[in-house]
């Protein structure tokens, strides 16, 4: 197939150089399309000698040939690699001022972008906004790693590594989506109960086929999201929280009863992952970061029906991943200090963009996790929650300790917003009871019968 390879001026620059190596092997034409300040970081003649075309720039040249249309017009897949935060804007706001911005404006095949940037630039709101809209246009925006950046520094924006890309590219112009992997290279997990990783047996994407079940989901889509994400801060050391996996597993299990398709994303469970049958799609992610690309990935590839977030997702990663163990001094007396910065709230993020009118399920339904205090009960707690999220169902669970964590067992109440009424009901038994009759109560809904 014919590949166009955007290039932005990062330093990063010289990783499309071996994308395009691997894209070649493979068999593909790629025609190699570097923006001006990509050429000061790699020279035009590594581009033309590793791909056999002549590096063109701007749309004043090959003139006669309307190159920018013709381009767009023969590619069958767009991979831009790296995206600085300026390319992204750029390609956001629809400009055309060179040959890339022009060409991908032409074209109408997928488009694949994996950004690269210094962590405070990946992370302004100017850059999400961009990737939002970006992703809005039907764009797989590959989220970069997080690692070793241009100086000492590192943090979220690294340019995932060229196999990466490559694989999220085909399988973005197959119409599927790669296995979400732990990039084990710059986001190790931990001894012991490690989570899923690339050579993990159940990590990856697996969607056995089959015929499509009866039931009272029969023929909805529900995406699933379970167990505890981790956010690595050296390659031993995580930070964790104390979810098995096993409500959110439940609920894929009761919504495939049902006869729902479903595509389950599995942070790290204390529990085996469901084994492979029809309607099944599992995913295995590490951190909230991958967490959040695969739920918007499962729900931009096809429309579901429902979004359940039963995961328990940190709401903050260590701000810099360091790339050796830390050490302590045998001299100093004093710890180190980890700085922690906010991860997006995905639910939240999910039902603003249900507002905005992109792809969204029809039903959102979170899972709130609430010790309760002096100052509020559980329950009031979960009203609030359930204000704040946006969502249409929340499922409170109070927690503690001894209680629900681990335990197959749950007390919980599951609030339903009716209009502006807010329904209460009680549930206490099995962690699968509970899932059983949120799935009931999800194939009631008047949302999902009006799909
Ligand atoms: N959630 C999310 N993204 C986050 C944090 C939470 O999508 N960064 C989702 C969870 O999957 C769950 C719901 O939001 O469905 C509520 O999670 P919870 O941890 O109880 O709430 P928080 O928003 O983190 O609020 P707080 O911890 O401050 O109570």
């Known amino acids: 197939m014919r590949i166009i390879l955007g290039i932005g001026g990062g330093i990063a620059a010289y990783k499309a150089a071996m994308l395009l190596r691997l894209f070649s092997e493979a068999g593909h034409d790629v025609v190699p399309m570097p923006t001006d300040s990509a050429l000061r970081f790699v020279g035009a003649p590594t581009f033309e000698a590793l ?32 995206a600085t935060a300026d390319l992204l804007a750029r390609l956001a706001a629809g400009r055309a001022d060179d040959l890339l911005t022009g060409t991908v404006l ?77 990039r084990t290279e710059v986001r190790p997990q931990t001894a012991g109960h490690a989570g899923p990783r690339a050579d993990d047996e159940r990590a990856g994407d697996r969607t056995p086929g089959g015929p499509r079940r009866e039931g009272p989901l029969g023929g909805r889509r529900v995406v699933v999201t379970a167990g505890g994400t981790r956010e690595p801060l050296d390659p031993v050391r995580f930070l964790g929280n104390r979810s098995s996996g096993k409500q959110g597993i439940a609920v894929a299990r009761a919504a495939l009863d049902a006869g729902a398709e479903v595509t389950l994303l599995l942070a790290h469970t204390e529990v085996p ?40 997702v940190a709401d903050f990663r260590p701000g810099a991943y360091r790339e050796s163990k830390i050490k302590k001094d045998p001299e100093a007396t004093d710890a180190p200090v980890i700085e922690l910065v906010r991860n997006p709230d995905i639910l939240r993020e999910v039902v603003q963009r249900r507002g905005e009118g992109g792809p969204a399920p029809a039903l959102i339904v979170g899972f709130a996790a609430e010790t309760g205090s002096e100052e509020a009960s559980v329950a009031e707690l979960g009203r609030a929650k359930l204000c704040s999220k946006g969502s249409d169902v929340l499922v ?10 681990g335990s197959d067992r749950t007390a919980a109440t599951i609030l339903v917003r009716r209009g502006s009424e807010t329904e209460e ?21 008047p949302d999902m019968r009006r799909r």
């Open 273 to 312: 992952a469901p084994a492979e049958e029809a309607g099944l799609t599992i995913r295995s992610v590490g951190t909230a970061l991958e967490l959040r690309e695969a739920v918007f990935a499962a729900l931009a590839e096809q429309p579901a029906d429902a979004l359940v977030m039963t995961a328990a």
């Open 51 to 82: 791909s056999g075309h002549p590096v063109r720039v701007s749309v004043f040249e090959d003139v006669e040939t309307v190159n920018h249309v013709r381009q767009g017009e023969q590619a069958d897949l767009i991979v831009v690699a790296p």
């Open 425 to 445: 009901t009680d549930v206490a038994g099995g962690k699968d009871d509970l899932a059983r009759r949120l799935v009931e109560l999800m194939a009631s809904h």
């Open 106 to 182: 032409t074209a109408t095949c997928p488009v694949v972008i994996a950004p690269a940037m210094h962590t405070q630039m990946w992370e302004n709101p100017a850059t999400r906004r961009n990737v939002e809209i970006l992703r809005g246009y039907g764009y797989t925006v590959v989220e970069p790693a997080v690692g070793r950046l241009t100086g000492r520094d590192s943090g979220a924006g690294r340019l995932p590594e060229p196999a990466e890309i490559r694989d999220a590219a085909l399988a973005a112009h197959a119409g599927t989506r790669p296995r979400a992997t732990a």
């Open 396 to 405: 409170v669970n109070q927690v503690g300790t001894d209680l629900v964590f």
